[in-house]
């Protein structure tokens, strides 16, 4: 008997706890013209998220964060590899398939201001993806336009009013409630707060782990703040030059990271003890980021790297992410835990 077009999507051996599986992804951008350049913005990136979890994705602009982002939604189309969601390979997912699982999935974009179209009032943005799938209709799709803007802290009679009527702590809260309109199961938090003033942040970072208590919502929360991303994630990955070079639970890589990108970033953390933050010596990180069209061979931080040997290993043979420090913390450094 012949399968469902559903079924022969399943991947077998995939761990039902496990929401989220990425195996070896790249998304490269071509550039036109005569050579045939590609910005290589993720370059074989894998791992693995599990249902309730909290994943932070760290790095520096143009690392490839919110491309990596998009690419597990398929916002954008991975150029290779797979990205099992829920057992079921998207990359492998024709039109019709794919919107069946688009509801379990959705983003929260960086830009409150820009993320929200101004010709529409606040009740036609949350009833648009409602609509799209036949969620809710007449009272219900009245009730479940006011129950939204409950949820996330709003007035639900603010359903007739505009953006530009709202705050920028305001506007991402209406942000969430769309991606909170069709229950998804996954949210990928592209930089959500990184536009909002300090004090608002908390308040947003606050109500993003309520709802994920209260709904039961795995977060891809991608940011540059590692401050934030300690507070709010289960585990963290450092992701450099399209790569992921380091993954490990909270604890574990803040209090030991084996990676010398990861120790540099984090010794940059303000200390607020200004005592402290006068006598202490951050680790600079010299030279600017290489281009994601050239990038280095070998190990791609070694031009930037206080432990470098050059020339040596370190320019001439890339490094495995492997595990270096126990209990699931992975590294790819040929020196890890030496800086």
């Known amino acids: 008997m012949a399968l469902s077009a559903e079924a022969s999507l399943q991947v077998p051996g995939v761990d039902p706890e496990t929401i989220l599986r990425v195996e070896d992804v790249y998304k490269h951008f071509p550039l036109g013209g005569l050579g045939g350049d590609t910005v290589r913005a993720v370059d074989g990136v894998s791992f693995e998220l599990k249902r309730g979890e909290t994943l932070g994705l760290v790095g520096e602009s143009g690392c490839g964060k919110s491309t990596l982002g998009r690419c597990l939604i398929r916002l954008l189309n991975v150029n290779s590899g797979r990205v099992i969601f829920e057992g079921r390979d998207l990359a492998a997912m024709g039109a019709r398939e794919l919107r069946r699982v688009r509801r379990r999935m959705q983003i929260i974009f960086q830009d409150p201001f820009a993320s929200l179209d101004?010709?529409?009032?606040?009740?036609e943005i949350l009833a648009e993806p409602i609509d799209n799938f036949k969620f809710a209709r007449g009272a219900s799709r009245?009730?479940?336009?006011?129950?939204?803007?409950?949820?996330?802290?709003?007035?639900p009679n603010f359903?007739?009013?505009?953006?530009?009527?709202f705050s920028g702590g305001q506007r991402q809260r209406i942000g969430i409630a769309r991606a909170l309109a069709l229950n998804p199961s996954l949210i990928v938090c592209d930089e959500p707060v990184s536009a909002l003033d300090v004090s608002i942040q908390a308040q947003i970072i606050n109500l993003l782990q309520d709802l994920q208590g209260s709904f039961d919502l795995s977060y891809v929360f991608i940011a540059h703040d590692l401050a934030v991303v300690r507070h709010l994630s289960d585990r963290v990955a450092v992701m450099y030059l399209g790569k992921i070079v380091e993954i490990a639970d909270r604890q574990s890589i803040y209090a030991s990271p084996q990676h010398p990108y990861t120790k540099a970033l984090l010794s940059s953390i303000p200390?607020?003890?200004?005592?402290?933050?006068?006598?202490?010596?951050?680790?600079?990180?010299k030279g600017e980021i290489p281009s994601p069209v050239n990038p280095p061979s070998g190990c791609r931080f070694h031009t930037r790297c206080p432990i470098a040997?050059?020339?040596?290993?370190?320019?001439?043979?890339?490094?495995?992410?492997?595990?270096?420090?126990?209990?699931?913390?992975?590294?790819?450094c040929h020196f890890a835990g030496e800086l």
């Open 309 to 332: 040997r050059a020339p040596g290993i370190c320019a001439d043979q890339e490094p495995a992410l492997i595990e270096h420090a126990g209990s699931g913390h992975v590294a790819a």
């Open 271 to 285: 200390i607020p003890d200004p005592a402290k933050e006068r006598d202490r010596a951050p680790i600079l990180i």
């Open 142 to 155: 009245r009730r479940r336009i006011q129950e939204l803007l409950d949820i996330v802290g709003l007035n």
């Open 159 to 165: 359903t007739n009013r505009y953006p530009h009527e």
């Open 118 to 123: 101004p010709r529409m009032t606040v009740g």
